[in-house]
């Protein structure tokens, strides 16, 4: 089946405590990206990939990390979470960057940083 | 700023009737408009989407207009069902090297049976 699978679905951490939510897909898509859903706010992106060791900023990057290692993976990294990261984050991935073809999202992550 | 205005933020609808949900953009190097469809618990989904030469989009119940010269486009759902609740979010796309993907802020929608 293909997916975008992401973990964990939920964490409850404490500010500074470094974290890594995984994001794999098996459809050998390149292009993949990180959001954060934040109510009034919608999808806002955190940073995308266009292909392996390709990566770049998107509209909301401050405080992440990612790394594209391999083509199926995209972690995202907090290296020291703050309160205000706080949010329901998805990744997603489609074939290519330059493409319209549709977007396939994970279901989320909820992260609480206290 | 948000690049792609939507409205209303909640909708209630009667079982049967239409629900109609609207957004706004200013860029008009936008090339490509999806509605995605979210339930509770899991991402977003593709729904429907249309590109700016076409005025309409018919898939099912489900219905995209597009107005090029004001700049907007909407989301009709006919005959809404209880099934139908969910998040929907406008989007739109543009080129920038990639295709760059902004969403709207969201709509609840709610069919009451």
């Known amino acids: 089946e293909a997916q975008v699978t992401q973990n964990p679905r939920y964490l409850i951490t404490v500010t500074g405590k470094k974290l890594t939510v995984t994001c794999s897909q098996n459809?050998?898509?390149?292009?993949m990206s990180w959001y954060r859903q934040d109510p009034g706010l919608g999808l806002r992106q955190i940073y995308y990939?266009?292909?392996?060791?390709?990566?770049d900023k998107g509209d909301v990057p401050e405080g992440y990390k990612v790394s594209r290692k391999e083509k199926r993976n995209f972690p995202l990294i907090l290296e020291s979470p703050s309160p205000n990261q706080t949010s329901l984050y998805f990744c997603?991935?489609?074939?290519?960057?330059?493409?319209?073809?549709?977007?396939?999202f994970g279901d989320g992550t909820r992260l609480s940083i206290l | 700023q948000q690049q792609v205005k939507q409205s209303p933020q909640s909708l209630i609808v009667q079982k049967g009737g239409i629900s109609i949900i609207n957004c706004a953009y200013e860029n008009t190097a936008f090339d490509y408009f999806p509605w995605y469809q979210q339930f509770p618990g899991k991402g977003p989904a593709l729904l429907i989407a249309?590109?700016?030469?076409?005025s309409e989009k018919k898939e099912g119940r489900f219905t995209i207009s597009f107005n090029k010269s004001a700049k907007q486009f909407s989301l009709h759902i006919m005959d809404s069902q209880p099934g139908d609740s969910a998040t929907y979010f406008c989007?739109?796309?543009?080129?920038?090297?990639?295709?760059?993907?902004?969403f709207g802020t969201g709509t609840r929608l709610l069919v009451s049976p």
């Open positions: 997603a991935s489609r074939p290519q960057a330059s493409s319209n073809q549709p977007q396939h």
């Open positions: 459809m050998n898509h390149e292009y």
């Open positions: 989007a739109a796309s543009w080129p920038t090297g990639f295709q760059k993907l902004v």
């Open positions: 249309i590109r700016p030469d076409v």
């Open positions: 990939s266009m292909n392996v060791e390709v990566t």
